[in-house]
């Protein structure tokens, strides 16, 4: 039974090789994912590094803008509004986001759909087809009224929109008509605050004129 026996020695021989083979094969997936896993651990490493760098170098950047913001919004004129004690019902609904989740618009939408609207509200945008569709009309000439819509038009690059800000008007001089106090979300940074026409002027770069080089507000007031 010669041939027998070299067949299954012939045999195991093939089962051991492919054995080994196997063996190999496991060792080198092994090491491929340890190798995988190694390269994004590292790559996850450099990349914290980075952000944690850029986060370093940009933060006094952050700091000196903010001072500089700070020292306009704190000057004469303007006062925080006690968004959970005063104003519209959506104000206790703003009260509980973060001052720098919304900005401007959103806050002016907040108010006159008396609820918050969805989406990002640190880039909301606002227009005159907004306003029309929830009842107002633009507002050429005549005495400013409490409720009053101010969209601030931007000339002079403040913003990258059209309307560089937006604002109610809270309250008038009962004989000029003139605006004493706006309530505004001055900017996606800071609360809601309230200014005299002079402070939220300085602010925004609104000067009176329409000579094409200078902000100015346009008005619109909800339909009676």
């Not at 206790?92 to 008396?114: F, H, M, T, W």
């Not at 809270?170 to 706006?182: F, Q």
Request: with cysteine; glycine share 10%; net charge neutral.
């Amino acid at each position: 039974m010669p041939k027998e026996d070299e067949i299954a020695r012939g045999e195991a021989k093939s089962e051991s090789a492919q054995s080994s083979a196997g063996d190999l094969h496991g060792d080198l997936v092994h090491k491929d994912n340890k190798l995988v896993q190694n390269f994004w651990q590292q790559g996850r490493e450099v990349a914290k590094q980075a952000l944690t760098a850029l986060d370093d170098a940009l933060r006094p950047l952050g700091s000196i803008l903010r001072a500089h913001d700070e020292d306009v919004l704190k000057g004469p004129g303007w006062t925080n509004v006690a968004l959970d004690k005063e104003g519209p019902s959506v104000h206790r609904l703003l009260a509980a986001k973060p001052a720098d989740s919304y900005n401007c618009k959103y806050y002016v939408k907040a108010c006159i759909e008396g609820r918050l609207p969805s989406g990002d509200g640190r880039h909301e945008e606002i227009d005159a087809s907004y306003l029309s569709a929830h009842g107002y009309k633009q507002v050429e000439k005549g005495r400013f009224e409490a409720g009053d819509v101010v969209l601030v038009v931007n000339k002079t690059g403040l913003s990258p929109s059209v309307y560089a800000h937006a604002a109610f008007v809270e309250s008038v001089s009962p004989g000029s008509g003139n605006i004493k106090t706006l309530v505004q979300k001055p900017d996606a940074v800071h609360p809601v605050m309230r200014s005299d026409l002079k402070a939220f002027a300085a602010a925004y770069g609104v000067t009176g004129s329409q000579d094409g080089k200078s902000n100015f507000l346009i008005v619109f007031r909800k339909g009676k």
